[in-house]
């Protein structure tokens, strides 16, 4: 897909991976929405941006909302691009500290923002990019992000992991359920990326995680994570896929 003359919804657009992306999609003349619930981190990325970022306040469950910011997508262009990285972490234990049963509502809390949210931004995106007049053979790409967590959850992440693990294995049945409709689906699950998240970490914290990654041994940079969900959105091959981006990280239990 060409990534010009067109929109782009990207979520969780205000901070971290979400921010790099919209800004190299902005970069590339594409207009971009990001959507995102952290209204004043919001505004600022969409004033410094000098236009080229609109910013929908929103939460990725909220129909209403997301119909919204994919509404003010459409009155600037094409809507052809979706990248989600909207998502929260939080811990929780299957026992808790006091050999109570672990909590159900902050479980049910964490899979309804990062599962549900998902498939409910991605079918909206999805019903929009459908109506679409194909270009080269395609209507949209969407670009959803999981976790290595997906694979190695580490102790506490039951709830994220479990989240992340049904976002991987919605990826190949919602790229087979759109290809009929020429739109594709992939999912990036990074490894450990310099964000907000991980900046509020004590520093040997931060540097003993960037020792854990094999090659190159540091954080991520959000960058980096762009650059993949840009080339997923240029390159028509790429389809059903999801890409560990990880520097060969296995994450060990704790
Ligand atoms: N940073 C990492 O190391 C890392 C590793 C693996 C996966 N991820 C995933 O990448 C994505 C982005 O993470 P990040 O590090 O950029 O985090 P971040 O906290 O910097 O950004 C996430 C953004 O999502 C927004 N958000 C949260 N819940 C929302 C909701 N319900 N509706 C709308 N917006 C909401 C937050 O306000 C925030 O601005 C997340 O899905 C995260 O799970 C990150």
Redesign the pocket.
């Known amino acids: 897909m060409k990534l010009h003359e067109m929109s782009a919804v990207v ?2 657009g ?5 921010l790099a992306t919209a800004r190299q999609l902005a970069a590339r003349g594409v207009s971009v929405v990001i ?4 209204e004043s ?1 919001g505004q600022e990325v969409a004033r410094e941006s000098g236009g080229a970022i609109r910013f929908a306040q ?4 909220n129909t209403d909302q997301m119909n919204a910011a994919f509404d003010l997508a459409e009155s600037l262009g094409t809507l052809r691009a979706l990248v989600h ?5 939080g811990p929780v234990r299957l026992v808790d500290r006091d050999g109570e049963p672990g909590s159900l509502e902050k479980y049910e809390s964490i899979i309804r ?1 990062n599962l549900i ?1 998902t498939f409910n931004v991605l079918r909206l995106a999805a019903a929009r990019m459908a109506r679409n007049e194909p270009v080269d053979g395609e209507r949209g790409a969407c670009v959803l ?1 999981a ?1 290595i967590a997906a694979y190695e959850g580490q102790i506490g992440q039951i709830p994220y992991a479990s989240a992340k693990a049904g976002i991987v294995g919605m990826t190949l049945v919602a790229a087979r359920d759109l290809a009929s409709r020429m739109i594709r689906v992939c999912t990036v699950a ?4 310099d ?4 900046a509020k970490l004590p520093e040997e914290v931060r540097a003993s995680l960037a020792a854990s990654v094999p090659n190159p041994p540091r954080l991520g940079h959000a960058d980096e994570y762009a650059m993949t969900a840009l080339h997923i959105l240029e390159n028509p091959m790429l389809n059903g896929e999801t890409i560990r981006l990880d520097g060969a990280l296995r994450m060990a239990p704790r």
């Open positions: 979520t969780g205000a901070s971290g991976l979400g959507v995102d619930l952290n981190l929103g939460d990725v469950t990285c909207a998502g929260v972490g923002t949210g992000t976790s990074p490894g450990l990326f964000t907000p998240i991980l």
